[in-house]
Nanobody, 123 residues
């Protein structure tokens, strides 16, 4: 069974850090683009950061604060989030799809989705 499982969300104060994990089973992540996407209440889903063997993408709003990485041995992709802001509050999803998706990191077009993990940045 093909599956993506996110973990690592939670409540953090502004300026704090979290690391999200996306573990895959049933397929090999390194052959796909992996995206971290988020959706805040009342807002459209947006691409935050994406990675593939072709490219790495960061949304302007997270550049310099978030880092995406991949551990092929663990079949897991991570999103290290530093200097978190209240505007980062959202449900974060990881998704897998064709490698060309990592260039623009779109909100749609992904083949596999995780269940999502809540990130809340608040004092």
């Amino acid at each position: 069974q093909l599956q993506l499982v996110e973990s690592g969300g939670g409540l953090v104060q502004p300026g704090g850090s979290l690391r999200l994990s996306c573990a895959a089973s049933g397929f090999t992540l390194e052959y796909y683009a992996i995206g971290w996407l988020r959706q805040a209440p009342g807002k459209e889903r947006e691409g935050v950061s994406c990675i593939s063997n072709r490219s790495t993408y960061y949304a302007d709003s997270v550049k310099g604060r978030f880092t995406i990485s991949r551990d092929n041995a663990k079949n897991t992709v991570y999103l290290q989030m530093n200097s978190l802001k209240p505007d980062d509050t959202a449900v974060y999803y990881c998704a897998a799809g064709p490698t060309y998706l990592s260039g623009l990191c779109p909100a749609n077009g992904w083949h596999y989705w995780g269940q999502g993990t809540q990130v809340t940045v608040s004092s």
